[in-house]
């Protein structure tokens, strides 16, 4: 079955920098990866898609790439700021189903 | 932008009473809604697909009679986790996708704290 891994439980930087989020899953290539924002005792708030034939996305200061080859995304933040601080969930739809599975997110967190 | 609500936020019940959570999309038709349990530090693993006019599908290991998915308009989808145990106290999350093909935006609601003492 697919597995994803997030690189890291936790992500600590300073304000101003640009936060990299990894994303790795096995298996085959999802048709969709999603990347969601979830803050505590909230539901997840979509951020960005990209497509299995696309390789960039960017939404104002966000960033998402996608490697179907090392089966990898990497999600960034430019000049972050802390609020951004939460926790960021990688979510493969297989086959445009809207059936998500989801990583288990990265907690990331700007210092002022 | 789309919305999708839950209630109620949070529920305390006693171990072997029933609980109905709501899930509606606000301002968009749903034909199909998805409902995840997410538990502490865990990330959020889909338990079925709520659709409307039909009975939900579950996920390997979901007890259908358990959890009970009722989808009666297009606009609203209830799971009813019958007879709680505290091993059922987790954060319930539904979600509906605006459109279909997989490349619309899907909408998570608030969530549902649920606690069975």
């Known amino acids: 079955s697919q597995k994803i891994e997030q690189n890291s439980e936790a992500l600590n930087i300073q304000e101003g920098k640009t936060a990299t989020l990894t994303c790795n899953y096995t298996?085959?290539?999802?048709?969709?990866l999603q990347w969601y924002r979830q803050d505590p005792g909230r539901g997840p708030v979509f951020l960005l898609l990209?497509?299995?034939?696309?390789k960039e996305k960017r939404k104002e200061r966000l960033k998402v790439t996608f490697d179907t080859t090392l089966k990898q995304s990497l999600f960034h933040i430019t000049a972050s700021q802390p609020a951004d601080s939460a926790t960021y969930l990688c979510?493969?739809?297989?086959?445009?189903?809207?059936?998500?599975?989801f990583g288990s997110g990265t907690r990331l967190l700007v210092r002022p | 932008g789309a919305v999708v609500s839950q209630h109620p936020s949070w529920v305390i019940c006693k171990s072997g009473t029933s609980v109905k959570i709501e899930c509606r999309s606000l301002?968009?038709?749903?034909?199909?809604m998805f409902w995840y349990r997410q538990f502490p530090k865990q990330s959020l693993m889909l338990m079925a697909t709520?659709?409307?006019?039909?009975?939900?599908?579950?996920e390997q290991g979901v007890e259908k009679d358990k959890f009970l998915i009722n989808h009666a308009s297009l606009t609203l989808s209830t799971l009813t986790v019958t007879s709680a145990h505290p091993e059922d106290s987790s954060f319930y999350i539904c979600?509906?996708?605006?459109?279909?093909?997989?490349?619309?935006?899907?909408?998570f609601g608030p969530g549902t704290r649920l606690t069975v003492l």
């Open positions: 298996n085959y290539s999802p048709a969709y």
């Open positions: 990209i497509r299995e034939n696309e």
């Open positions: 979600s509906a996708p605006t459109g279909g093909g997989g490349t619309d935006t899907q909408y």
């Open positions: 709520s659709n409307e006019g039909s009975k939900a599908t579950y």
């Open positions: 301002d968009f038709q749903a034909t199909t």
């Open positions: 979510a493969l739809d297989m086959d445009s189903s809207y059936k998500l599975i």
